[in-house]
């Protein structure tokens, strides 16, 4: 069965600490994206990939960045928490030469900020 | 830009009840339209989708056709299960364009017995 990982499940950190969340797919996607989820506002991009070492930021990129050393990981980085950050993280998986638009997430990292 | 607008929520239904869940949008050019749902502590899964005008998607008796003309793409499904409880997201991708998903705020439904 394909799948996409994430690290953590939950995470509580404090405000300015650096947070890095990770993402693992197994189905040989070029593409990887992360994704925030918030209520009222449904999913937002935040960063993603369409191959290795390349990045490109999305609709909200402020106070975040990305690192994609390996095909099959895409990680997000949060250099200092503030407590607007606290939402659900999804990262998700695409392959290049399907439809753009089907998207593999995974079961998200929800973060809390103090 | 491209946007997609849908139902707000919480919708609340009877088992066995016909669902509706309205989605519409807004692109520029020949989009793929989809819907996703997320059941309870879960990532979002791929439940149906429509490449094209007139196409129809359809996925464990939900059912999406993909209407031009109303720029729309609205969910239904004939009678509702409990384990249907979940929230559903419309979204669009736009046909050539660069890995790009635009989702809609997404529509809670809860089904009770």
């Known amino acids: 069965d394909v799948k996409v990982t994430q690290s953590s499940r939950y995470l509580v950190k404090r405000t300015g600490e650096k947070v890095f969340l990770e993402c693992v797919q197994d189905m040989d996607h070029e593409n990887m994206f992360w994704y925030r989820q918030d209520p009222g506002l449904g999913l937002r991009l935040i960063y993603f990939?369409?191959?290795?070492?390349?990045?490109e930021k999305g609709d909200i990129p402020e106070g975040y960045s990305v690192s994609r050393e390996k095909k099959e990981r895409f990680s997000l980085i949060l250099e200092s928490a503030s407590t607007n950050q606290t939402s659900m993280y999804l990262c998700?998986?695409?392959?290049?030469?399907?439809?753009?638009?089907?998207?593999?997430f995974g079961e998200g990292s929800r973060l809390t900020v103090l | 830009g491209n946007s997609v607008t849908q139902m707000e929520g919480p919708v609340t239904l009877s088992e066995e009840a016909f669902l509706t869940i309205n989605c519409t949008y807004t692109a520029t050019g020949y989009p793929s339209l989809f819907w996703y749902v997320q059941y309870p502590g879960e990532g979002l899964q791929l439940l149906l989708k429509?490449?094209?005008?007139?196409d129809k998607g359809s996925n464990k008796g939900f059912e999406a056709t993909y209407r031009k003309e109303t720029t729309s793409f609205h969910l239904e499904k004939g009678s509702v299960q409990v384990s249907d409880s979940a929230v559903y997201f419309c979204a669009l991708s736009e046909f050539g364009g660069y890995q790009k998903v635009t989702f809609g705020t997404g529509t809670k439904l809860q089904v009770i017995p």
């Open positions: 429509a490449t094209k005008a007139d």
């Open positions: 990939s369409y191959d290795v070492k390349m990045k």
């Open positions: 998700a998986s695409s392959f290049s030469g399907g439809d753009t638009g089907e998207l593999f």
